[in-house]
């Protein structure tokens, strides 16, 4: 290389979530980290990569070992009134501090998960309340549920799963913990009705080896009251939200229902397992557009969305 020149510099061909392939680019050569290095290339000119990976490997080797990473992704959309939003969080509380879950962690190979806390509404309405804590015993499960139940609820417009979904994965990638099952833990009373179209979100989600578990909140559905209420908010879950390994959903129908839908939902993910199956409802597809009776429309928010912002025309 000629004197005057721009040093290397490095350009990132793959995510620090994994182990990347840094290519080396000068305005003469190209040569990358496996060894192909074209004659006459000085030594020197490989310290950025050596110092480069020094720091990858550090990161790897500071990540803690768990059971499981945990994103608890929680829907705070102005579609839940406050008297909802208290319930939703003050399950989450009594689940932190619920015996059967601390034993559900203690009881793992490793005897500790990661989890973080996210509540989410439209799209980019995403707040980390609790970033990535590890939790192995009472103690540290407590210093969770307590931080939850001193901060203010908040209340943001649109619902966006996509967007959700989205931010919740790319967590997963500085969580600073190592495991082999990454979960996404998404609640929510409404369908996709902002960003993305919700599967597009999941796919993506699910092609990085997550798995999405899901709580759909039922208790206006089976008499819906407001326009953007979905009657089997259920089976949108299923078809539309949730994917992966064992992946599975529990809903809350009653108000009552919170605490114990949740704390069950915990313990199944702790634990790896899942509730025994639904019943599937009876299909019937039409010969002319072979649709099905049960067949869901995974874009039904943004149809009445649509539909209201319209002035239903």
Known sequence: MSEGRNPPFLTPAASFSELPRYIVETPDLVFDTFGRLPGGVQMLRLLPIVVLLALVSGRAAAQTPVDLQLVLAVDVSRSMDQDEQRLQRAGYVAALRDPQVIQAIEGGPLGRIAVTYVEWAGQGLQNVLVPWTLVDGAGAARQIADRLAAMPL????????????????????????????????????????????????????????????????????????????????????????????????????????????????????????????????????DPQTGRTTAETDCQIGEKLWDAWMNGME
Not at 173 to 192: K, L, M
Not at 219 to 243: H, N, Q
Not at 266 to 278: F, T, W, Y
């Open 154 to 285: 908040q209340r943001l417009r649109r619902t966006s799963i996509s967007d959700a979904l989205t931010f919740s994965a790319r967590l997963f990638e500085a969580s600073g913990f190592t495991s082999t099952r990454r979960v996404i833990d998404v609640s929510g009373d409404g369908p996709n009705n902002s960003g993305f179209v919700v599967t597009g979100a999941r796919d993506a989600v699910l092609d990085q080896g997550i798995t999405i578990n899901g709580l759909p909140i039922m208790l206006k559905t089976a008499y819906p009251s407001g326009f953007f209420d979905v009657r089997d908010l259920d089976l949108y879950y299923e078809d539309c939200v949730i994917g992966g390994f064992g992946a599975f959903i529990v809903t809350v129908q009653h108000p009552g229902e919170f605490a114990a839908a949740i704390r069950r939902k915990l313990i199944l993910e702790i634990a790896g397992r899942q509730p025994p199956a639904r019943p599937i409802p009876a299909q019937w597809t």
